[in-house]
C-alpha cells in the first residue's frame, strides 16, 4: 500500500509585528504608508486592517493611495470588519493573523486596529504566550492629532488618553496650527500621561520655517528614517506585560497544584472553516445597510451596486449636515466619476480613483449622550442640540436613494 505524504503545518518564528493605533480620525492610515514606502523590493509584508464597522472600505482607502497595487508591491492585506478584533474575544485576532502568516508568507506584519479599540485590550493578547515564538513584537507606533488634542472632549477623553498611554512611540500630527507653548503643553500632558514614550513630529509645512539649518527634502528623509527605525525597536510596553503575564501565570500554578487533582481538563475547541467563511461573505446582497452603536458612537454603512450613481455635490452637502459627525468615508460612484471620501472634522479629502465592485460608505456619529434623555430635553423644549443627537436611518435610506441618478 502506498502511503500518502502527510503535509506538515508550518511553523513561523520571530515575525516581525507593529501595531500602529490611534484613536477615531487620528491618522493611522497616513503613517502606515509612509511605514509602507519604507519596504525594501524584495521583502514580503502583510498588513491586517481592523475596521470599526461592518463594511470594509480602510484596504479600498489604503490601496487607492498607492502607486501600484499591492500584489505588484508584495504586499498582502487582510479586512476584519464587524466590530474590535480586540473584543470578547481572541478568536477573530488569532484567527486573522493565522491566516495571513499561513497564506502568504510575510517577512513582517503590520497590525491597524480600529480607533475605537482599546490598545490595552490588544496589547494583553498580543502579550500571550502563543504568539511569544510566532510574533516578535516591536514598537507599538500610535498616531496622535494635534487639532483633536486642542478640543477638550478628545483631550479629557479616557479612550483618547489610553493611546497614549499604551504607546511605545507616539507620531504627532497636524500640529501646524500650534504655537509654541501650545506644543510645550501637549508634550507635557503627554508625559503626565506616559513618561517613557518617544515623541516623533512629522513634517509640517511650516517644518522648514521653524528649522533653519535643514531643506525640506532633508527633513521628509529625517522623518522617514526615524519613522523606519521604530520598525526593529522592541516594544517595552509588550514586554512589560509579558512579564506580569508570566508573573501571573505563577501564581495560578501555585493554586492549581494546591487543589490536586480535582479540576477536570476541559476541550478546546476551534471554529471550523466553513464558519468563517461564512462570515467573509456576509453583507453580499446588494443593497445593504446596517445600524449599531458601539461605545458612544452611533456606526451606519451602506453597499450599492455598482451601477448606482450618486449626484457628488448633493452626497457631499448631505453627509456634511449629518449630525455630530466624527468620521465619513467611502468609495462611491458618483457623477463624477468613482470617488474616494475620507472626512474627519479636520480635513475632508475626496480623490478621483479606479472603477470598484460596489460602492461603499461609512459614517460614525458621536452621540449626545443616552437617546431617552435627549429626547426629554427634546420634548422639554426645543433644543437644538438634543435634536442633532436623535437620527432617523430610514429617512437616511431614502435620502440617500434620492440621489441615485
Known amino acids: 500500500m502506498m502511503s500518502i505524504p502527510v503535509k506538515k503545518p508550518m511553523i513561523f518564528q520571530n515575525i516581525p509585528c507593529t501595531l500602529v493605533t490611534g484613536f477615531l480620525g487620528a491618522g493611522k492610515t497616513t503613517v502606515i504608508n509612509q511605514l509602507l514606502t519604507t519596504k525594501p523590493n524584495n521583502e514580503r509584508w ?42 470578547t474575544s481572541q478568536l477573530p485576532l488569532q484567527i486573522a493573523i493565522s491566516r495571513l502568516l499561513s497564506d502568504h508568507h510575510p517577512q513582517r506584519l503590520l497590525i491597524e486596529p480600529t480607533g475605537l479599540a482599546h490598545p490595552r485590550e490588544l496589547i494583553l493578547q498580543l502579550s500571550a504566550p502563543h504568539w511569544q515564538t510566532a510574533l516578535k513584537m516591536n514598537a507599538v507606533i500610535t498616531v496622535l492629532s494635534g487639532e483633536q488634542w486642542q478640543q477638550t472632549k478628545y483631550r479629557d477623553h479616557d479612550g483618547f488618553q489610553a493611546h497614549v498611554r499604551d504607546a511605545d512611540v507616539l507620531v504627532i500630527n497636524r500640529y501646524a496650527q500650534l504655537d509654541v507653548s501650545e506644543k510645550q503643553a501637549l508634550v507635557e500632558w503627554i508625559t503626565k500621561l506616559n513618561s517613557q514614550v ?30 523606519k527605525d521604530q520598525l526593529n525597536k522592541p516594544s517595552y510596553i509588550i514586554l512589560n506585560q509579558r512579564k506580569v503575564n508570566i508573573a501571573h501565570s505563577q501564581k495560578s500554578m501555585i493554586g492549581l497544584r494546591s487543589q490536586g487533582n480535582s479540576l477536570a481538563a476541559m476541550p478546546v475547541s476551534s471554529p471550523s472553516t466553513d464558519e468563517h467563511e461564512a462570515q467573509d461573505n456576509i453583507n453580499n446582497d446588494l443593497p445593504y445597510r446596517y445600524h449599531e452603536e458601539q461605545q458612544d458612537f452611533q456606526l451606519a454603512g451602506w453597499r450599492l451596486p455598482a451601477y448606482y450613481v450618486l449626484n457628488a455635490d448633493d452626497l457631499q452637502n448631505w453627509l456634511l449636515a449629518l449630525p455630530n459627525w466624527e468620521r465619513i468615508k ?28 460596489d460602492s461603499r460608505l461609512e459614517i460614525i456619529l458621536q452621540s449626545d449622550g443616552d437617546v431617552d434623555t435627549a429626547i426629554e430635553k427634546t420634548e422639554s423644549k426645543n433644543d437644538a442640540e438634543a435634536l442633532s443627537s436623535l437620527i432617523n436611518w430610514e429617512d437616511c435610506d431614502r435620502e440617500l436613494m434620492a440621489m441615485v441618478i
Not at 77 to 84: A, H
Not at 207 to 215: K, P, Q, R, W
Open 198 to 227: 518617544k515623541i516623533i513630529w512629522t513634517v509640517s509645512r511650516l517644518a522648514s520655517a521653524e528649522t533653519t539649518d535643514l531643506s525640506d527634502g532633508q527633513l521628509t528623509d529625517a522623518y522617514s528614517a526615524t519613522l
Open 330 to 357: 467611502g468609495v462611491v460612484h458618483t457623477s463624477d466619476g468613482w470617488m474616494q471620501i475620507n472626512f474627519n472634522p479636520g480635513s475632508l479629502t475626496t480623490k478621483t480613483i479606479d472603477p470598484q465592485t
Open 46 to 87: 502583510a498588513l491586517l486592517i481592523n475596521e470599526f464597522g461592518r463594511i470594509g472600505i480602510d484596504g479600498a482607502l489604503l490601496a487607492s493611495s498607492q502607486d501600484s497595487g499591492f500584489e505588484q508591491e508584495n504586499i498582502a492585506i487582510r479586512e476584519v470588519s464587524g466590530g474590535c478584533i480586540c473584543c
